[in-house]
């Protein structure tokens, strides 16, 4: 499942490439290195932003944003973030602070 991306580091001519290589569907959802209920429960809460544009018949395939957003995601969980704050930090319009976020949560865990 690995990909080199390494040839683009320092690059800036090679944005176009690189862009492109982000955006290339190339991780099955069946390959992730993810428990698949867990992910199929994050797509049924709207935490993941997969795009859905598929042919019918064919298998959908996450990008390398996609992909990282779902290791965010999935670590987000682990700490015991839950599904409405996740949502937050994912919100296009007003995004909250990350450091906020954060805080927030350890101080209500102390509690």
């Not at 320092?10 to 190339?26: M, Y």
């Not at 428990?35 to 990008?63: A, C, Q, S």
Request: hydrophobic share 35%; proline share 3%.
């Amino acid at each position: 499942m690995k990909k080199n991306l390494s040839k683009f580091k320092g690059e800036l001519l090679a944005v176009q490439e690189l862009f492109h290589q982000l955006r290339n569907r190339c991780f099955l959802k069946t390959q992730l290195d993810v428990v698949y209920t867990d992910f199929t429960n994050w797509e049924r809460y709207d935490l993941l932003f997969i795009d859905h544009d598929v042919e019918k018949g064919m298998w959908k395939k996450l990008n390398y944003i996609e992909y990282t957003w779902m290791k965010i995601v999935e670590q987000l969980r682990k700490f015991g973030f839950p599904y409405d704050e996740i949502k937050l930090l994912n919100n296009k319009d007003e995004p909250i602070p990350t450091d906020e976020l954060i805080n927030y949560h350890l101080a209500k865990r102390k509690n």
